[in-house]
């Protein structure tokens, strides 16, 4: 039986590099591996093998069988190639070198990505991520957003078909599911996971119905910061904002937090900077990201006593504050491919 085998796989080691066509192909391949073929004769004889011998036997067609495998790839492969450089008219070298040999390197919005949660982990933050599909629950209901909120409009966010099913997301009744509109979702996700204390960040892709212009794009990503634990106060918020601010912008910069309004942050704030170092853009306020503290309501729906704990939380986009660093004014720049772009943050 060994035997064969070497016989059939020397045979197909010999055949196999002088085959020029598909037609030829599939008529060898038949000879060996059809179902009158010698191979698959052999595999046949398995039943009548007697059992101590079967795992040697088992073990050598295997062994046949993957060499016998390999040759016909090989084949397949010179047929595609030869198929290609007969449509091209010219042979291809794969050799040759790429005539722009720059390598790769991580993504401008990647970089900033990376540089932010650097940034944080340094301070004691973890990194938590979760699902870009998520139910209503998760995106809305449990942060407080209620059902008249526009951000749960059709208009506003991407709503998957109603019969889909997402194995590791679930949800209940009529809800529905959809792309996250926010990294906030993780919020929740982690404080169901973890008691407090809680302190992460979570960044992440997120998606909005945006008609796309210089400032937005249907898809994005954002960084979620969340801390949870007894006597959080909005002072630790602050004190954590500004050390983020003067270590991205420059030691020179000021932050401010300026009332605003989150269904989950109970005060809420919109934090702005200002910095002397930022070329075209120093002198001015730029709004960076959302803020406040926990709001109770979202305490409650993930079964941490607000009465114990406290905590804060902030979002804000990467891209926004990629494009102040990196002085790029379009968003559409960083998901255009276009090397000529992207070279500039090799
Ligand atoms: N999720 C908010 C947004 O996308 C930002 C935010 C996060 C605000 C956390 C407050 C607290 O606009």
């Known amino acids: 039986m060994q035997k064969d085998l070497n016989t059939i796989v020397a045979n197909v080691r010999e ?35 007697p059992k101590e011998d079967k795992p040697a036997i088992g073990k050598a067609i295997n062994e046949a069988k993957m060499a016998v495998e390999a040759a016909f790839a090989t084949v397949i492969e010179g047929l595609e190639a030869a198929e290609l450089a007969a449509k091209i008219g010219t042979a291809i070298d ?30 004691g933050f973890s990194v938590a991520e979760a699902t870009e599909v998520e139910s209503e629950h998760y995106c809305f209901d449990a942060l ?18 109603d019969d889909l ?50 400032t937005h794009s249907a898809n994005f990503h954002q960084i ?10 909005l002072l630790d918020l602050k004190a954590t904002l500004d050390h983020f601010v003067k270590t991205i912008f420059g030691p020179k910069a000021k932050t401010r937090l300026r009332p605003s309004f989150f269904p989950f942050t109970e005060p ?18 730029l709004e960076i990201m959302g803020c406040g ?8 729906a993930v079964g941490i006593d607000p009465e114990v704990y406290t905590g804060y939380a902030f979002g804000m986009g990467i891209e926004r504050i990629a494009m102040i660093l990196q002085g790029v004014d379009d968003i559409r720049y960083y998901y255009q491919n276009d090397v000529r772009f992207l070279k500039q943050f090799a």
């Open 15 to 49: 055949k196999t590099p002088a085959i020029k066509t598909r037609a030829e192909f599939e008529a060898y391949k038949a000879t060996i591996s059809g179902p009158r073929g010698v191979l698959t004769d052999i595999m046949k004889g398995m039943g009548k093998v």
């Open 94 to 123: 794969p050799t040759l070198p790429s005539p722009d040999s720059t390598r790769g390197t991580l993504h401008p919005i990647s970089q900033v990505r990376e540089e932010m949660v650097d940034l944080f982990r340094r301070i």
């Open 144 to 161: 407080n957003i209620p059902a008249d909120h526009p951000a749960r409009d059709m208009q506003d966010s991407y709503y998957l078909p």
């Open 165 to 214: 099913s997402v194995n590791n997301v679930s949800k209940e009744g009529e809800e529905k599911y959809l792309l996250r509109t926010h990294t906030s979702s993780v919020q929740i996700r982690t404080m169901l996971k973890q008691k407090p204390p809680v302190r992460i960040v979570a960044p992440g892709r997120c998606f909005r119905r945006d008609t796309p212009d210089a």
């Open 224 to 233: 979620e910061g969340l801390y949870v634990d007894k006597d959080v106060t």
């Open 268 to 285: 809420s704030f919109e934090m702005d900077f200002f910095s002397p170092d930022l070329g075209k853009l120093s002198n001015k306020w």
């Open 293 to 300: 503290m926990v709001d109770p309501k979202v305490f409650k």
